[in-house]
């Protein structure tokens, strides 16, 4: 049997941790500045970190990476949008803005590249539109969370110029850098890794903490919970499926349509609570990230799933 993914159990505890002891007053402050800064050392690593040759070796391949594009900028929003209309009383408001927040957000660029791998698919393709994927999600995401959850007035000229300050402006310097900068990073990727999955961790634990000390969860039961795991599972099921059909339809090989279903599938742990944490109010932060994480652990499990099954396809040479 499979031991647990560290980084999933880390997870989970962080969410305990801030339910049963929740940083309050003084503390709470402290957190505030701490994750701040933190998030911006991550998105200044994620610009040292993510290679622009990369991106441009694999570009050519615009059929695949636009389409990747499109299920994690268009296809997510739409299909969140339509399961809010649909089932719009399965889930408290706040929640539900959780999930609509998920859907605007790029795809992950670890996982998406070392599941692609486990299933012989094109990796450098992975890689470009992973890497392509974060890079238009820090100027897409926040357009899509204003134009999806407009109603809500999520969005505001302070939430510009802190999407600028904490999240663009670190990335921009570290594309700057990166020439001086990625052998060095390159080196030391494992504890870098180390550093960045702390830091989500902790921005995890402080917006928890908030979310505890409103109440979250004597507004949220385990019905609640199960309902938005359901959620959280058809939403990636529908994306997984058009996909695949996206794939077929464009003629795709194996190894193509491997890039398109596991990277137009994810969403962005990384990306998404560092930018939950700068886009929504700390009453409201809890409640958003909650349909992420569980999101990111349904997202693991099942996507694994299927790079195995690719993998015996491959094998048995069908």
């Given at each position: ?40 050392a991550m ?31 268009i296809l ?143 507004h949220l ?98």
């Open positions: 049997m499979r031991k647990p993914d560290p980084f999933l159990v880390a997870l989970i505890s962080a969410v305990v941790l801030a339910s049963l002891f929740p940083a309050r007053d003084e503390a709470t402050v402290f957190l505030g500045y701490l994750t701040d800064f933190l998030i911006m998105f200044f690593m994620q610009g040292v970190k993510l290679e622009r040759r990369a991106v441009v070796e694999n570009i050519r391949n615009w059929k695949l990476q636009g389409l990747v594009l499109l299920c994690s900028f997510f929003p739409l299909v969140g949008t339509g399961l809010h209309m649909l089932l719009p009383h399965s889930l408290d408001e706040a929640t539900w803005q959780g999930v609509l927040f998920l859907c605007c957000l790029p795809s992950t660029v670890q996982s998406s590249i070392a599941l692609t791998s486990m299933a012989g698919g094109n990796v450098a393709a992975s890689i470009c539109a992973a890497t392509l994927s974060n890079i238009a999600g820090i100027f897409l995401t926040p357009v899509l969370v204003s134009l999806v959850l407009h109603k809500q007035g999520v969005w505001s000229a302070s939430s510009v110029t802190d999407i600028a300050v904490q999240l663009l402006l670190p990335f921009i310097a570290g594309q700057i850098l990166q020439p001086f900068l990625h052998a060095w990073a390159h080196r030391r990727k494992k504890t870098i890794s180390i550093l960045d999955r702390s830091s989500i961790l902790l921005v995890v634990y402080t917006a928890f903490s908030h979310a505890v000390v409103l109440g979250i969860w004597s039961s385990s019905r609640d919970l199960v309902d938005l795991a359901c959620i959280d599972l058809a939403l990636l099921l529908i994306v997984l499926a058009a996909s695949l059909g996206l794939s077929r339809i464009c003629g795709f090989s194996s190894r193509d349509e491997v890039s398109l279903v596991l990277c137009g599938s994810k969403k962005s742990l990384a990306s998404g609570v560092p930018m939950a944490n700068v886009i929504f109010s700390d009453s409201i932060a809890g409640f958003v990230v909650l349909p992420l994480i569980l999101y990111h652990q349904i997202q693991l499990f099942l996507c694994t799933l299927i790079a195995r099954r690719y993998h015996q396809k491959h094998q048995s040479g069908l």
